[in-house]
């Protein structure tokens, strides 16, 4: 069974735009709600790669509107190993956060790989993870309420500074090889779909 080339090309087009520069850590948010939201906002603004500390996680269907399909997910037990994770690749870890010396999404340094932590939706982000980190990062606002739910505050950051990244990179920059890694994925669970669907309509009939 082949996928038509117009579906093809269009994930590979997807791919050539996906920024590999640019990551998503959650650090304990626990509602699947809140989760899935920021996966979505991953997806929409093109960050490939999401890491998740979490015992356990399912994205919540009407929120992802199945976004997981289409990110790189990582998934970890504890903070630590994650932040290490992308230190070791190269990445500057910014954790959002209130502190003081906080960068806005406009002025944090993106001439280096950037890793965003987002904390949970109570607590923020820990102790721990604010020692680990390179700096941090937060939303300027104006009004008395002074906090935003963790999903908007991560798709308020997530626009600004990938748009910062496409400006400065021209584009996309994925990897190559990451980029045909993921289609063959893609190619492979297409057709396993695809097949399933099949096979479940003959025994239908």
Not at 45 to 51: D, I
Not at 58 to 75: F, M, N, Q, V, Y
């Amino acid at each position: 069974m082949s996928i038509r080339e117009e579906r093809q090309a269009r994930v590979r087009q997807m791919l050539a735009g996906r920024l590999g520069s640019v990551v998503v850590i959650l650090e304990a948010v626990h509602r699947r709600h809140n989760v899935s939201a920021i996966m979505r906002s991953c997806e929409c603004f093109g960050v490939h790669e999401v890491h998740l500390v979490t015992d356990g996680f399912k994205p919540s269907k009407g929120t992802a509107r199945g976004s997981e399909r289409w990110l790189d997910i990582h998934r970890y037990t504890e903070t630590a190993p994650a932040i290490q994770a992308v230190k070791d690749r190269g990445f500057r870890v910014y954790v959002a956060d209130l502190m003081e010396g906080a960068f806005s999404p406009d002025s944090v340094p993106i001439d280096e790989p950037i890793a965003i932590l987002m904390g949970a939706e109570l607590t923020g982000v820990s102790d721990e993870a604010r020692a680990l980190a390179d700096g941090a990062i937060c939303v300027p606002m104006h009004g008395l309420t002074e906090s935003l739910n963790v999903s908007v505050a991560a798709a308020c950051i997530l626009q600004r500074v990938t748009a910062r990244r496409r400006i400065e990179s021209g584009g996309g920059d994925l990897a190559p090889q990451r980029q045909e890694d993921f289609f063959a994925q893609w190619y492979e669970w297409e057709v396993e779909l695809r097949q399933g669907m099949i096979a479940r309509s003959r025994e239908e009939r």
